[in-house]
């Protein structure tokens, strides 16, 4: 972990003396990396413990906090509260459908309660008094720019071009005046997303779930899936400095935060991508088998999807979602159990291909039987320790085997097959579907 922590503290020197980093020029960049790197180096000591926390080691420490964040079932009081308050809802947008003539801003200008944008994205001494642009107005032009006019800068947006007075219905979303010649500023807008925190980032998602959750378009039946998937940062071909710790390299790109990882296998690509990977908690149906994304953490290529887990687990929990059981592949697996000793959450993986099969065990369905001869599955009593304890479900004399059935079975069953929840409860196959829905809604 030393070549983590050494990453770490050449990161936090970076940005607290360089932070302009962006703007220096790629020559300046690499000189500073490599000098950075090495007096950092040649200052630490390898035999001190590291004081940093797992998150800030893995690069997510501003993702991971609680304080802030609105439960579902608190947003629910709260959206009802706030209606119940307002004896009549002022609303400048009656004449969207006027100039909304677009069906997916029309759905999103519907969607979104000014009041409640204005509430969740306030700061501290906050005041609406005298204002002429309000968090709302801010929120509606970041979302009218990343939906229809994602290709093009925030300083182009920000003209007569985009937000004109003739452009009726990009003014009519952003909540602008049709009589007045105000404009939103690319200035204006790049304060106010560097000063959303990740507590308000996160209860907009809460928002967009109560939503979400009143749409009825989950079931009841509903278990959550986990899985990642890469995003590589097309300007950091190569690193500006690297370094060799007892087998480890340490790596300092253009893009500071980023790193190189293994790519999951694919045929027309390379083993290893230069970026970022998005671990992701989905939702599925497991009536109709569609899964919906909820919540996702990015981080650094190059850490292992294991560590991650834990940390999307405790965040949903924190936006109120009802977390019981989680299928993913073997990378995300449980395997001393101490996530559900501390969550109750079960996570459940398909059985790795080098692992053997336990004896008297089913290989499709993962059911466990007395012997080789018995046709009749065993019934799960629970789990101990990662033993397993199983007890034959039928009555005295309906099975030929009963004279010599040991009845009860203890079987110390390695996670690499089975979890603290053996996949017979669910079905392998369902299971293994699952998991690929997921991969498959991830990489789409």
Known sequence: MHHKNIKLLVLKQLKKQYPNWNRLGKKIKKEIARKVLAEVTAEYDFKSDITASPSELLGIKQQVTATGIIPLDEMSRFIEMINKNSIIKFSSYKRSPLYLKDEELQYI????????????????????????????????????????????????????????????????????????????????????????????????????????????????????GIDSTELASDYCKLPLATLDIKGKKIRIYNDIDCDCGKRRNKRDKS??????????????????????????????????????????????????????????????????????????????????????????????????????????????????????????????????FSPSCRNTVLSRLTVDYFSVSPIMLMGYMTLMIFEKTVKNRLIS
């Open 271 to 400: 083993v290893y991508v230069i970026g970022y990977r998005l671990h992701t908690l989905t939702a599925i149906d497991a009536k109709t088998g569609h899964s919906f994304p909820l919540v996702s953490v990015l981080a650094p290529a190059n850490h292992h999807d294991s560590h991650f887990l834990p940390f999307l687990v405790n965040l949903a929990r924190a936006m109120g979602i009802d977390l019981q059981l989680i299928t993913a592949d073997e990378a995300y697996h449980d395997k001393d159990g101490s996530l559900f000793h501390e969550t109750g959450v079960t996570v459940t993986t398909s059985p790795l291909s080098t692992v053997s099969l336990p004896q008297y065990t089913h290989k499709e369905t993962g059911a466990v039987f007395c012997n080789e001869s018995c046709s009749i599955p065993m019934q799960h009593l629970g789990v101990t320790e990662q033993v397993h304890e199983y007890k034959c479900s039928v009555n005295a004399g309906e099975c030929p």
């Open 109 to 224: 200008d519907e969607l979104i309660d000014d009041r409640i944008i204005n509430r969740l994205l306030s700061y501290d001494g906050y005041s609406p008094a005298m204002r002429d642009l309000f968090p709302a107005n801010l929120f509606r032009a970041e979302l009218l720019k990343a939906i229809k006019y994602p290709e093009i800068s925030y300083h182009k947006f920000c003209t007569e071009e985009y937000l004109g007075m003739d452009r009726k219905q990009n003014r009519v979303f952003c909540g602008l005046s049709l009589s007045r010649k105000e404009m939103i500023d690319h200035t204006q807008l790049s304060k106010f997303r560097t000063s959303l925190t990740f507590a308000q980032q996160v209860n907009l998602l809460v928002y967009i779930l109560h939503h979400f959750n009143r749409s009825e378009l989950l079931g009841d039946n509903v278990l959550h």
